[in-house]
């Protein structure tokens, strides 16, 4: 008999591992810094690089996107653990490895998930709020819309804008760094939220959005990536909302009389949708300056 928590270690972790690590590579962590940040030998890292993560079920995956957005937002170690905890609470809680340790009758991992969905919630927050910790810093203006920017993230299987977080009053750019007027709430945004809503009711894996100006060259930096590009038509609520593309990671809205364009960035969870921003953010740059 092998009790859940030792089941998971003992079979599924590494598999999680080998997403994070590469996860994080593909971020542009050295391999120094993602072994000590997983708590691994470089030797490890150097070997979940050498392969590509096998297919494994959707919770595996974002078990391992968990580990890397600890990695990359937590600098505490307890607190990266308690990240990881939790993310493992809520896969146990949705019953996503029960046939694997196989008990008739067993309730112990589903039982109790108003609490997994709390840490759940907290550590949606937490995302946001390192993902806009990165970005910061840096000039994001050439991105801005007259709407501003916003970023969204939500829970797994939302039902409601509730289920989906977002800063509230936007992002502004007074002077280039983009600043948020308070910390990422629950239903902060219904226009990102309802979007949001629509797509994570598809075939795609995205959880996480942000606003972007479209224009030429914008479209053009998110083009030269290789990313699927897909056509938005808005509609006028939840289900409303027609995507030419399944499983696309930039959005395009062309907008219409007294509606502004936009881009629309798609990620798994915040802080990969900020990376990509930066990544357009520093090819249009490059464009314009050329």
């Known amino acids: ?139 994001l203006s050439a991105l801005v819309p007259q709407v501003r920017i916003n970023i969204a993230y939500g829970i797994h299987d939302p039902e409601a804008i509730t289920d989906i977080a977002a800063f509230p009053g936007r992002l502004s750019s007074p002077h280039g760094p983009l600043v948020a007027l308070a910390e990422p709430e629950f239903g902060a945004s219904h226009h990102l939220s309802v979007l949001l809503l629509d797509i994570m009711s598809g075939p795609g894996g995205a959880r996480a959005i942000a606003n972007i100006a479209f224009t030429d060259t914008t479209l053009e930096a998110a083009r030269s990536f290789d990313w699927t590009v897909a056509k938005l038509e808005e509609g006028k609520g939840t289900s409303e909302h027609s995507i030419s593309e399944d499983d696309p990671d930039i959005l395009l809205a062309e907008g219409g009389f007294g509606i502004e364009p936009a881009l629309y960035v798609l990620g798994c969870d915040a802080i990969d949708v900020v990376s990509r921003l930066l990544m357009i953010n520093e090819r249009t740059i490059e464009m314009l300056e050329a």
């Not at 079979?11 to 080998?18: D, K, L, N, T, V």
Request: charged letters at 25%.
């Open 1 to 139: 008999m092998e009790p859940p928590c030792y089941l998971m270690v003992k079979r599924f972790y590494p598999e999680a591992r080998s997403y994070a690590v590469n996860r994080l590579a593909s971020e542009g962590m050295s391999q120094r810094d993602i072994a000590d940040g997983l708590g691994i030998t470089p030797a490890m890292v150097q070997k979940y690089l050498g392969r590509v993560p096998g297919e494994q079920p959707g919770w595996i995956v974002d078990l391992g996107n968990a580990m890397a957005g600890a990695v990359l937002s937590v600098t505490d170690p307890s607190d990266r653990i308690s990240m990881i905890c939790s993310s493992c609470k809520r896969v146990r809680s949705d019953g996503g490895f029960c046939d694997s340790h196989d008990i008739d009758g067993c309730d112990l991992c589903t039982d109790g998930g108003e609490i997994s969905n709390g840490a759940e919630r907290r550590l949606v927050l937490e995302n946001l709020k390192a993902a806009y910790r990165s970005i910061s810093n840096t000039d």
